[in-house]
């Protein structure tokens, strides 16, 4: 069945850089749209950035453009989500989704940013 499956979140400080994974299974990934998105306490689900099926065309919420930067390798399965200059606002739990596959969650991965 589908699966997503976030990793690589963790304690960093302001200023800090994480990369996040997502392996993907259970539908043919190069064929998807990708999506990274986050759930900060106490505020709705907010779509952080997308990524085309080939990786060529990419966009980015306004609060994390210029400072994240989203990827994938299709020959792996796997989407990731390089974060740079991270706030404290940017504390959540970020999730990887398709799309199609809309009503499939991981159990996300915590990202917190605090001195």
């Known amino acids: 069945q589908v699966q997503f499956v976030e990793s690589g979140g963790g304690l960093v400080q302001p200023g800090g850089s994480l990369r996040l994974s997502c392996a993907a299974s259970?539908?043919?990934?190069?064929?998807?749209?990708m999506r990274w998105y986050r759930r900060a306490p106490g505020k709705e689900r907010e779509l952080v950035a997308t990524?085309?099926?080939?990786?060529?065309?990419?966009s980015y919420a306004d609060s994390v453009k210029g400072r994240f930067t989203i990827s994938r390798d299709n020959a792996n399965k796997k989407v990731y989500l390089q974060m740079n200059s991270l706030k404290p606002e940017d504390t959540a739990v970020y999730y990887c989704?398709?799309?199609?596959?809309?009503?499939?969650w991981g159990q996300g991965t915590q990202v917190t940013v605090s001195s």
């Open positions: 990524i085309g099926s080939g990786g060529g065309s990419t």
């Open positions: 259970g539908f043919t990934f190069s064929l998807y749209v």
């Open positions: 989704n398709a799309p199609t596959y809309s009503n499939y």
